[in-house]
């Protein structure tokens, strides 16, 4: 697999040919849990600006149609950019075989797992950028950062101590794609359980994504190279992490009403860390016609 990927790197991508007119956004929604914000605050605005860009036709598979079956279709088109948001599988806790064996794949409307073989059946990546909002869509990492910060035994607390027992890896999905005969350029992913509190601001309901947005419509498609499309994202950790330290004086203090939002300030930096690139970070998706540079061949 790595052998694909550096070849495919080396030679420019030559023959990796998916197509920059075309876009996929999948996205679930079991009413009531993450899935529902993934939804409204990240993929649901993605194909908003897509589709009202007169040179790109996206699919949107959501609700009955969020299935892997419908993205294996949609697949086939060729797309040069892959979003989607779901439940990254992190079960069953306490057998570490079968959790590393599934980590982190795209659980669909259905409640069935990505089959990578199945996927890869009926799709070769040809050079697209993948991105996942979900549960350890890129892979898990030992040394949990998120422990000291939940209630012990609570749910969430399991699963990130859980998923710490296996070793730091990459997680099949990407592993598959970025190794396949075409492979993928880049696959962006969370390397732990991610949460709903880092998807909205807590006293104003306002969504926190538009940087990835941003980085996927208004950088990506320029076509900037995919780790700097990503640049604001990753500085705004150094956002969270200031008031954190400021609102952590106050508790310091004697002042404990800011307890919750120093909590909030302090998993939300820790959670967009956790979200990682794998592959080439100078990659490029392929330009659409209008950004593409002139042939001075002649």
Same mark, same amino acid.
């Given at each position: 697999?790595? #052998? *694909?990927?550096?070849?495919?790197?080396?030679?420019?991508? #030559?023959?990796?040919?998916?197509?920059?007119?075309?876009?996929?956004? !999948?996205?679930?929604?079991?009413?009531?849990?993450?899935?529902?914000?993934?939804?409204? #605050?990240?993929?649901?605005?993605?194909?908003?600006?897509?589709?009202?860009?007169?040179?790109?036709?996206?699919?949107?598979?959501?609700?009955?149609?969020?299935?892997? $079956?419908?993205?294996?279709?949609?697949?086939? *088109?060729?797309?040069?950019?892959?979003?989607?948001?779901?439940? %990254?599988?992190? %079960?069953?806790? $306490?057998?570490?075989?079968?959790?590393?064996?599934?980590?982190?794949?795209?659980?669909?409307? *259905?409640?069935?797992?990505? *089959?990578?073989?199945? &996927? &890869?059946?009926? !799709?070769?990546?040809? %050079?697209?950028?993948? @991105?996942?909002?979900?549960?350890?869509?890129?892979?898990?990492?030992?040394?949990?950062?998120?422990?000291?910060?939940?209630?012990?035994? /609570?749910?969430? !607390?399991? =699963?990130?101590? $859980?998923? /710490?027992?296996?070793?730091?890896?990459?997680?099949?999905?990407?592993?598959? &794609?970025?190794?396949?005969?075409?492979?993928?350029?880049?696959? =962006?992913?969370?390397?732990?359980?991610?949460?709903?509190?880092?998807?909205?601001?807590?006293?104003?309901?306002?969504?926190?994504?538009?940087? =990835?947005?941003? /980085?996927?419509?208004?950088?990506?498609?320029?076509?900037?190279?995919?780790? @700097?499309?990503?640049?604001? @994202?990753?500085?705004?950790?150094?956002?969270?992490?200031?008031? !954190?330290?400021?609102?952590?004086?106050? =508790?310091?203090?004697?002042?404990?009403?800011?307890?919750?939002?120093?909590?909030?300030?302090?998993? #939300?930096?820790?959670?967009?860390?956790?979200?990682?690139? &794998?592959?080439?970070?100078?990659?490029?998706?392929?330009?659409?016609?209008?950004?593409?540079?002139?042939?001075? /061949?002649?």
């Amino acid at each position: 697999g790595l #052998t *694909n990927y550096l070849s495919a790197l080396m030679d420019g991508w #030559t023959g990796k040919d998916a197509d920059p007119s075309r876009a996929v956004v !999948w996205t679930t929604d079991f009413a009531g849990d993450i899935t529902r914000d993934m939804r409204s #605050t990240i993929t649901h605005p993605i194909y908003e600006v897509l589709k009202d860009d007169n040179e790109i036709e996206v699919d949107y598979l959501h609700d009955a149609t969020a299935t892997h $079956g419908r993205l294996e279709t949609a697949l086939t *088109n060729k797309p040069a950019v892959v979003v989607t948001s779901s439940h %990254g599988m992190t %079960g069953p806790l $306490g057998d570490d075989d079968a959790m590393a064996h599934d980590l982190g794949l795209l659980v669909d409307q *259905n409640h069935q797992i990505t *089959n990578t073989q199945n &996927l &890869l059946a009926a !799709w070769q990546p040809c %050079g697209a950028v993948w @991105y996942a909002h979900a549960c350890c869509s890129a892979g898990s990492r030992s040394d949990t950062r998120f422990a000291d910060l939940l209630v012990e035994d /609570s749910v969430a !607390w399991k =699963i990130v101590t $859980g998923v /710490s027992k296996l070793a730091s890896q990459t997680a099949p999905l990407p592993k598959a &794609l970025l190794g396949a005969p075409k492979p993928l350029r880049a696959f =962006i992913g969370q390397v732990e359980p991610t949460f709903d509190w880092t998807l909205r601001d807590a006293a104003t309901s306002q969504r926190l994504t538009g940087d =990835i947005q941003q /980085s996927l419509y208004n950088r990506l498609m320029q076509p900037w190279p995919v780790g @700097y499309a990503f640049e604001d @994202y990753y500085e705004s950790v150094g956002f969270f992490t200031t008031q !954190w330290a400021m609102l952590k004086d106050e =508790i310091d203090g004697g002042d404990e009403s800011v307890r919750d939002a120093v909590l909030r300030m302090r998993l #939300t930096a820790l959670d967009r860390q956790s979200m990682v690139l &794998l592959g080439d970070p100078t990659a490029t998706r392929p330009a659409l016609h209008s950004k593409a540079l002139p042939d001075c /061949s002649d």
